[in-house]
């Protein structure tokens, strides 16, 4: 990710978070003293969310790293409720997300922010970024704007008994929101959701009859995007 100088505000308490919800490699464990002192020195996230966090970064400090590391791709990477690609919330799998990728892309450049070819615009820490650059006011008002995608997030953590939802719900308090219960939808399982058709069976495995039987379509929006379609001009603005 890019690398800025000018940090104001809240803008160190953003990266700080942007880097926890990072993969927990090497490189981010070597950093943990600093971003934990970066936190204490700024003071922009409540008391009682500090020591929450200050517990994930001691649990990443001393737990085994490769079962840090497991748990993060179990997380964050094995389902949509807990999804860091903020899109994947507001447009799902539908035609509207790539236009929003390109928009938020161009908002990125005009600010002089420009990604490296495997990042994608919509990744939270990504996007916390690029509003740690923003003055305090506009920083404010960018994450207001996703309040209810972190609102979302932050359910399906704490359902997950997960340290990482102390992140989100810093996030919310920074936006001038309130954590709030939602309706967690649950994830389908990905064995059951990549599983492979029988071969010469028909074209899906899913409800699906012989190939010589007709075959209805039927178009279903999912309840993720019904739910937060309303949101999505916010959220790319």
Known sequence: ??????????????????????????LLRADLD????????????????LVELEA????????NSLDNEAEYVEVFDRGRATSLHLFEHVHGDSRERGPAMIDLTQTYEKAGLFLGPNEMPDYLPVVLEFVSTQPPQEARSFLSEMAHIFNAIFNALQQRNSPYASVLGALLELSGEKAH??????????????EEPVVFDGCSSKGQIKPDQPQPIHFVKTAAARTTA????GATS
């Open 1 to 26: 990710m890019a690398i800025f100088s000018n940090i104001t505000g809240a803008s160190r308490s953003l990266r700080v978070l942007a880097r926890l919800l990072s993969y927990p490699d090497a």
């Open 34 to 49: 600093d971003m934990r002192q970066a936190l204490l020195t700024e003071c922009a996230v409540p008391a009682a969310r």
């Open 56 to 63: 994930l970064i001691s649990a990443l400090q001393r737990g």
């Open 181 to 194: 219960p939602v309706k967690v939808i649950q994830d389908e399982p990905l064995d059951d959701t990549w």
């Open 230 to 233: 309303s949101a999505s001009a």
